[in-house]
């Protein structure tokens, strides 16, 4: 069973970075595995804010993040992870990756609706404020 754990979330300032990590466990994270960052903020609905493919080639990005968040992964060190720079207090919220099971796939879906994710990670909480 695939078992994910987020880490790198804190309190920043606005228009700081943080890198958030995605620790798989259980399975490789491999080509098998389209993987999402997704995040909730209270009394909102979760959204999915980026993905990527398996194999890295595939890269999706809401608007809201578009240009200021990186993701990316190393998939030998079973990792994923999620570059935020120029953060807004609006970024705020817990954030969630999860993984979906779509092997070799060149493309990748954050949409909750679309892929099956079937592994979610806790989440770890990011706040931005001065």
């Known amino acids: 069973q695939l078992q994910l754990v987020e880490s790198g979330g804190g309190l920043v300032q606005p228009g700081g970075s943080l890198r958030l990590s995605c620790k798989a466990s259980g399975y490789t994270l491999d080509h098998n595995y389209n993987m999402a960052w997704f995040r909730q903020a209270p009394g909102k609905e979760r959204e999915g804010i980026s993905c990527?493919?398996?194999?890295?080639?595939?890269?999706n990005y809401a608007d809201s993040v578009k240009d200021r968040f990186t993701i990316s992964r190393n998939n030998t060190r079973n990792t994923v992870y999620l570059q935020m720079n120029s953060l807004k207090p609006e970024d705020s919220a817990v954030y969630f990756c999860?993984?979906?099971?779509?092997?070799?796939?060149?493309?990748?879906?954050?949409?909750?609706?679309?892929?099956?994710?079937?592994?979610w990670g806790q989440g770890t909480q990011v706040t931005v404020s001065s």
């Open positions: 999860a993984a979906d099971w779509d092997p070799w796939s060149p493309t990748c879906t954050m949409n909750p609706d679309k892929g099956q994710f079937n592994s």
């Open positions: 990527i493919s398996g194999r890295g080639g595939g890269l």
